[in-house]
């Protein structure tokens, strides 16, 4: 089994390709080893100390670490960690996916909301999925968009930028009723 590896804007997280499916459907990310109880692979990551935050996309996975930890010595055990994971059989995901979180929008907003959705489905998510990361849209309240960032996107000292000048930009000029992007957790 070969593992690619990439790196991302966000020099604390590190992408690692398996070169397989890691997830049929959708994300998981972990943000800690106490919110990892439905994944072996994650709780598996987890063990190793310096591992801060694990985010499981379609076909990737990225690690976060900590601040003082250094790569070109915890990479090994990443990939270490993903292979015997991979190769042992068990599942990525146990049980069944946990219900999405509570979502914050007026009914009048539904429509505003879904040409959001639409912009932050087809635009926004493909490109931070390229960069070990996710946007989930979690609301619409008063002209305010609120987004949670997962995985490499989390902690990335571009978020800021890219939520203000990239993501805000582009959803003033296609939404006229929004006047503002925040990050929420």
Same mark, same amino acid.
């Given at each position: 089994?070969?593992?690619?590896? *990439?790196?991302? #804007?966000?020099?604390?997280?590190?992408?690692?390709?398996?070169?397989?499916?890691?997830?049929?459907?959708? @994300?998981?990310?972990?943000?800690?080893?106490? @919110?990892?109880?439905?994944? #072996?692979?994650?709780?598996?990551?987890?063990?190793?100390?310096?591992? @801060?935050?694990?985010?499981?996309?379609?076909?990737?996975?990225?690690?976060?670490?900590? %601040?003082?930890?250094?790569?070109?010595?915890?990479?090994?055990?990443?990939?270490?960690?993903?292979?015997?994971?991979?190769?042992?059989?068990?599942?990525?995901?146990?049980?069944?996916? $946990?219900? $999405?979180?509570?979502?914050?929008?007026? *009914?009048?907003?539904?429509?505003?909301?879904?040409?959001?959705? $639409?912009?932050?489905?087809?635009?926004?998510?493909?490109?931070?999925?390229?960069?070990?990361?996710?946007?989930?849209?979690?609301?619409?309240?008063?002209?305010?968009?609120?987004?949670?960032?997962?995985?490499? /996107?989390?902690? /990335?000292?571009?978020?800021?930028?890219?939520?203000? %000048?990239?993501?805000?930009?582009?959803?003033?000029?296609?939404?006229?009723?929004?006047?503002?992007?925040?990050?929420? $957790?």
């Amino acid at each position: 089994m070969f593992i690619e590896t *990439e790196d991302t #804007p966000n020099p604390a997280t590190l992408k690692f390709l398996p070169g397989r499916t890691v997830i049929a459907a959708g @994300t998981a990310d972990f943000p800690g080893p106490e @919110t990892a109880a439905a994944s #072996p692979l994650a709780r598996a990551l987890f063990g190793l100390p310096e591992v @801060t935050r694990v985010f499981l996309g379609a076909d990737f996975i990225t690690v976060s670490k900590t %601040h003082d930890a250094d790569w070109s010595l915890l990479k090994p055990q990443v990939l270490g960690v993903i292979m015997d994971h991979f190769l042992s059989g068990l599942p990525v995901i146990e049980g069944e996916a $946990e219900d $999405e979180e509570a979502f914050d929008a007026a *009914e009048e907003d539904r429509e505003i909301v879904a040409q959001i959705r $639409e912009l932050i489905d087809t635009r926004v998510r493909p490109a931070v999925a390229m960069d070990g990361g996710d946007i989930v849209l979690r609301g619409f309240r008063d002209g305010v968009v609120q987004l949670r960032l997962q995985g490499a /996107c989390s902690g /990335c000292p571009s978020s800021r930028a890219t939520l203000k %000048h990239g993501i805000e930009n582009m959803l003033k000029h296609y939404v006229p009723e929004v006047v503002a992007v925040q990050a929420v $957790e």
